[in-house]
């Protein structure tokens, strides 16, 4: 799987959109973008994941560059309950080989949302 | 839905002894991950079962075992514990279909002293 590159911390106001960027730039024209986060002492949760398009679900929206090199998570309306770990991950949807399954994270993001 | 669940919450245990850590994954999830997370670090892939097997392994030794059940439940057997041991053990649970999204425990939390 690609490594992936996300600044260690970040701060947002409450209220205001929180855009915390990743970088993929050796993403395979078949790895997906995953985001997950994990709030402390608590197992981490599924955000979103895409392709190549734009997604958006309940949670946030997930822009990735035209080139797939990079994208940015956004929670449109950080809360107090947002301050969280947050990890970007790429891997293959499905079986391609030996360690397709697997997550396999780096440090994230740790985002501080202040009142 | 009850989600993931994992049993016990906390444990501690010596040097040397065994361990055993327990999940349940959700509700017509067949797929279950184990990972160990170190304190101030991300969780780190044990392996994955799948049919009772295992199906992946991550850069751990012999001394992590697994089981899967077929009820999909599954067991993470640690033996001849070490201090370095002492992590949050998650299990994750997902579908073997699709873009297998993985869902996550709360996690055990293992001390050894």
């Known amino acids: 799987d690609a490594k992936t590159t996300q600044p260690p911390s970040m701060d947002c106001a409450e209220g205001r959109a929180a855009n915390l960027p990743c970088n993929h730039s050796t993403i395979s024209g078949n790895e997906y973008v995953y985001w997950y986060r994990q709030i402390h002492s608590q197992g981490p949760q599924y955000i979103i994941h895409g392709l190549k398009n734009n997604e958006t679900n309940e949670m946030a929206s997930l822009i990735i560059t035209e080139d797939r090199k990079s994208s940015t998570l956004i929670l449109p309306h950080a809360t107090l309950r947002d301050t969280a770990v947050y990890y970007c991950?790429?891997?293959?949807?499905?079986?391609?080989?030996?360690?397709?399954?697997?997550?396999?994270f780096g440090k994230g993001t740790k985002l501080s949302v202040i009142p | 839905d009850a989600g993931v669940t994992q049993s016990p919450t906390h444990l501690i245990k010596t040097r040397g002894q065994q361990v055993t850590l327990r999940c349940s994954p959700k509700?017509?999830?067949?797929?279950v991950s184990w990972y160990q997370q170190a304190l101030g670090q991300g969780p780190q892939f044990i392996f994955q079962y799948y049919e009772e097997e295992e199906r992946q392994r991550g850069n751990f030794p012999d001394r992590f075992s697994g089981h899967q059940f077929p009820n999909y439940s599954s067991e993470l057997n640690v033996n001849a514990l070490l201090l370095g041991d002492s992590a949050l053990y998650l299990c994750?649970?997902?579908?073997?279909?699709?873009?297998?999204?993985?869902?996550f425990g709360p996690g055990t939390r293992l001390t050894v002293l």
């Open positions: 994750a649970s997902s579908l073997d279909a699709g873009y297998n999204e993985q869902f």
């Open positions: 509700s017509g999830h067949d797929t």
């Open positions: 991950i790429v891997r293959v949807a499905g079986w391609s080989g030996a360690g397709s399954y697997q997550l396999t």
